[in-house]
C-alpha cells in the first residue's frame, strides 16, 4: 500500500514545463510574462550597448592617435570634417569656437574669452556624449533592482495557491502542491535569471562610460591647451 500511495505521488508529481505554465494561475502566468519580457528587452540592450560602445571607445582612440600625430588637430574646419565619434564631436565643439572667431584674435583678452567659450563648448559636448553613451542603462538598472521582487511576488502567489489547495483537498500530499510549488519556484529563478545579467551589464557598462567620460575630459583638456596656444600664437602676430 505505501509503494501505491507513493506511485501515485510519483505519478501525479509528472509534469513538463508547458504544462505547468498552461495550467499555471492567471496571475503567475502575467509574472512569468513580465520577467519573459523583461530578460528578452535586458539582452537586446545588453547586446546593443556591448557593441555601441566598443565602437564608441575604438573611434575615439582613432580619432585621438590622428589628432596628436597631426592629422587632424587644425582648428579650420572642412568639409565634412568630425561629428562620426565623440573625441571628434569634442573637438569640432572647440574648432567651430575657433572659426567664428575668425581665426585671427586680435587681443590678449579675446584670446582668453574664445578658451573659456571653448571650454564651456566642449564641456557641454562632453555632457552630450556621456548622455548619449548611457542611453538604455536604465533599463538594466529597473530590470536589475525590479526583477527579483516580481519573481517574489510570483512566489508568494504561488505558495499561497499552495495552501489554498491543501485547504480545499483537506489534503497535504506532494501532488496537492506540486503545481503551485513549482510555479512559485519558477517566478522565483526566471527573477534572478532576469536581474542578474542586467546587474551585471549594467555595472560594466556604467564602467565603461565613466572610462570614456574620464577619456573626453582629459581630450578636451589637451585640445584647450593647444587652442590657447594657437589663439596666443595669433595676438602675437
Do not use: C, H
Amino acid at each position: 500500500m505505501e509503494n501505491d500511495a507513493i506511485g501515485t505521488i510519483d505519478r501525479s508529481a509528472e509534469f513538463s514545463l508547458f504544462s505547468l505554465l498552461g495550467e499555471a494561475d492567471i496571475v503567475v502566468k502575467i509574472v512569468l510574462l513580465i520577467l519573459l519580457i523583461s530578460s528578452v528587452w535586458s539582452w537586446v540592450v545588453i547586446g546593443e550597448k556591448f557593441f555601441s560602445l566598443s565602437a564608441l571607445k575604438k573611434a575615439s582612440r582613432d580619432f585621438e592617435d590622428a589628432f596628436w600625430s597631426g592629422r587632424a588637430g587644425e582648428f579650420d574646419l572642412r568639409p565634412g570634417q568630425g561629428g562620426k565619434d565623440p573625441a571628434s564631436r569634442v573637438f569640432v565643439s572647440a574648432a567651430r569656437e575657433w572659426q567664428d572667431a575668425g581665426k585671427n584674435v586680435p587681443t590678449p583678452s579675446e584670446a582668453s574669452a574664445l578658451v573659456n567659450r571653448a571650454e564651456r563648448s566642449m564641456r557641454a559636448a562632453v555632457d552630450r556624449e556621456v548622455s548619449r553613451a548611457s542611453n538604455g542603462l536604465s533599463i538594466l538598472a529597473s530590470i536589475g533592482s525590479a526583477s527579483p521582487f516580481i519573481g517574489l511576488f510570483g512566489t508568494v502567489w504561488g505558495i499561497m495557491n499552495a495552501f489554498l489547495n491543501i485547504a480545499e483537498a483537506q489534503d497535504t500530499s506532494l501532488g496537492t502542491v506540486a503545481g503551485p510549488i513549482a510555479e512559485a519556484l519558477f517566478a522565483t529563478g526566471l527573477g534572478l535569471v532576469a536581474a542578474i545579467p542586467a546587474v551585471i551589464f549594467y555595472n560594466k557598462f556604467t564602467s565603461d562610460v565613466t572610462k570614456l567620460a574620464d577619456q573626453l575630459d582629459t581630450f578636451s583638456q589637451d585640445v584647450l591647451v593647444r587652442l590657447s596656444r594657437r589663439a596666443s600664437d595669433a595676438t602675437r602676430d
